[in-house]
C-alpha cells in the first residue's frame, strides 16, 4: 500500500500558483526526500497533504485515507514536524511529549516510558524538567520532533527537519529518523541539504515552480546526469598528454599536480592508464574515479530555462 497518495493538488495564492499539479505515490516503508529551490512548492503540498491547507482541486490519501473527507483517519496515522513547529513554551521538555501522547489516547504507562525513549534518543534526558520556554531554537526544534513521534506514527512528515541545526543536533536528528524507519515508519522530509538526502532516502522527488520534475532513488538521479566521469591520476614523474590517447578516452586534462581522463567508460579508463604506467615504468601516487553527484543532478532539473 502507498503510504501517500496525492492525484494532480493545485494551490494558488492570489496571482501565485504554488503548487501546479502534483501527482505523487510514496510506498509503504521507505525514507522519501522532497527536494526544491526556496518557493518551489513544498511546503504547501505538504500542508495539503497533512490537511491544514484545503487545496483548489485534487486529492490527498494517507494509507488510503482521503484526507479531506475522512481527516481523523488520516492525521491519526500521521506525525507531522510543520516548517516552523510549535510546542507548549510554558510546559517542560517531557510535559510536551506526555501531552502529546495523551491527545493520541496513549495510556499513562505506555506515554511514560515513551517519552523517557525519546527523550534519550534526542539527547534531552537532562533538561526533561526545563521549560521549553528556555531552551535554543535547535532544543525546540528536537522537542517538535519528539511530539511528533510519540505515538510511533506510520507516517512521519518533517518540513526541514535538520535546517538551522548544529552538526550534533542534525545527527541526533537524523538518528532518530532513521530508527522511526527501521521501527517500521515511512518517512517523508523535505531538505535542501543534497549530501543529506543522499545518504538518508531511499527515493527522492524534485519540484520546481509547483511541478515534479523528477522523481527516483539518488542514484538513478545522478544516473541521469551522468555525463562527465573522469579518472584522476597523479604520477612520480612528469607526463606528456600523448601517453593518454587510447580508443575510448574522450580527452585528458592537466588538474594542478593531476591528470585528468575523460572517458564514458571509467573501467576503460583505469585499465588504460595502469597499463600505460607498466610500459611507461611510471609509478601511480595516487587515482580516483569521479562520481556524478546528486547536487548536479539537482542544479541541472531545476536550473531557469
Ligand atoms: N499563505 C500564503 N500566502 C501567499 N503565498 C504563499 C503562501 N504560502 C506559500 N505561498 C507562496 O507559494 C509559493 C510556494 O511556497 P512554499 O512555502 O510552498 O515553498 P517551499 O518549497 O516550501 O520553499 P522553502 O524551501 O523556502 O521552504 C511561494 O511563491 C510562496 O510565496
Ligand atoms: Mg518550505
Same mark, same amino acid.
Given at each position: ?6 492525484? *494532480? ?97 496513549? *495510556?499513562? !504507562?505506555?506515554? !511514560? ?13 537532562? &533538561?526533561?524538567?526545563?521549560?521549553? @520556554? ?7 526544534? @528536537? ?26 543536533? @542534525? ?23 543534497? !549530501? ?54 574522450? &580527452? ?12 564514458? *567508460? ?28 546528486? !547536487? ?10
Amino acid at each position: 500500500m502507498n503510504a501517500v497518495e496525492t492525484e *494532480d493538488l493545485r494551490k494558488s495564492f492570489g496571482p501565485v500558483t504554488a503548487v501546479d499539479g502534483v501527482s505523487l505515490s510514496i510506498p509503504e516503508g521507505g525514507i522519501f526526500g522532497f527536494l526544491g529551490p526556496n518557493g518551489a512548492g513544498k511546503t504547501t503540498t505538504i500542508r495539503m497533504m497533512t490537511g491544514v491547507l484545503i487545496p483548489d482541486s485534487g486529492s490527498a490519501r494517507i494509507f488510503g485515507n482521503d484526507v479531506h473527507s475522512d481527516p481523523l483517519a488520516a492525521k491519526l496515522k500521521m506525525g507531522v514536524i510543520p516548517e516552523n513547529g510549535t510546542v507548549y513554551s510554558d510546559l517542560t521538555a517531557e510535559e510536551n511529549i506526555l501531552i502529546t501522547g495523551k491527545f493520541y489516547g496513549m *495510556d499513562k !504507562e505506555l506515554r !511514560e516510558k515513551r517519552a523517557g525513549e525519546i527523550l534519550e534518543w534526542l539527547g534531552l534526558t537532562e &533538561r526533561r524538567n526545563d521549560l521549553v @520556554r528556555m531552551f535554543s531554537k535547535g532544543m525546540r526544534q @528536537r522537542i517538535s520532533i519528539a511530539c511528533a513521534i510519540v505515538h510511533s506514527p506510520p507516517l512521519l512528515i518533517l518540513d526541514e527537519p535538520t535546517t538551522g541545526l548544529d552538526v550534533y543536533s @542534525r545527527r541526533l536528528v537524523i538518528d532518530t529518523i532513521r530508527r522511526m524507519n527501521s521501527e517500521g515508519s515511512t518517512i517523508l522530509l523535505t531538505t535542501h541539504n543534497i !549530501e543529506e538526502a543522499n545518504m538518508l532516502c531511499s527515493d527522492i522527488g524534485i519540484i520546481n515552480k509547483g511541478r515534479i520534475v523528477a522523481t527516483g532513488s539518488p542514484e538513478k538521479l545522478k544516473k541521469t546526469f551522468d555525463t562527465s566521469r573522469y579518472v584522476e591520476v597523479s604520477f612520480n614523474k612528469t607526463v606528456a598528454e600523448s601517453y593518454f590517447a587510447a580508443t575510448g578516452i574522450t &580527452r585528458a586534462e592537466q588538474w594542478g599536480d593531476k591528470w585528468r581522463i575523460y572517458s564514458d *567508460d571509467p573501467d576503460l579508463a583505469v585499465k588504460h592508464v595502469a597499463s600505460m604506467a607498466e610500459r611507461e615504468h611510471l609509478s601511480i601516487i595516487s587515482i580516483a574515479t569521479s562520481n556524478p553527484t546528486l !547536487e548536479e543532478a539537482f542544479v541541472k532539473l531545476t536550473e531557469e530555462a
